[in-house]
């Protein structure tokens, strides 16, 4: 099993990035897909989740409007483009497959967003 993250970087406040989630080793559409974020200091959250089975979407109040979550079940890829990006999006971005009780955790990638 395998999440790769790619597409984290730096970008000045108000820009845009796109993360990428490449998953292997997995029946895709079985497991909701999620990004979470760890800021240094701080614990880890939910930013967004989308389950392609029941075609549902959750996004945190503090990207509600900003980031988009999408999933493209042939290349097996989840897609989070976050756009308006402001200091306090700078985390470790984190790719998640959740089925029950069992759980995936890619890497990461690092956002950084500078003022």
């Known amino acids: 099993v395998q999440l790769v993250e790619s597409g984290g970087g730096l970008v000045q406040a108000g820009g845009s990035l796109r993360l990428s989630c490449a998953a292997s080793?997995?029946?895709?559409?079985?497991?909701?897909i999620g990004w979470f974020r760890q800021a240094p200091g701080k614990e880890r959250e939910a930013v967004s989740c989308i389950s392609s089975r029941v075609g549902s979407t959750y996004y945190s109040d503090s990207v509600k409007g900003r980031f988009t979550i999408a999933s493209d079940s042939a290349k097996n890829t989840v897609y989070l483009q976050m756009n308006s990006l402001k200091p306090e999006d700078t985390a470790v971005y984190y790719c998640?497959?959740?089925?029950?009780?069992?759980?995936?955790w890619g890497q990461g990638t690092q956002v950084t967003v500078s003022s």
């Open positions: 080793g997995f029946t895709f559409d079985d497991y909701a």
């Open positions: 998640n497959a959740n089925r029950g009780i069992v759980d995936y």
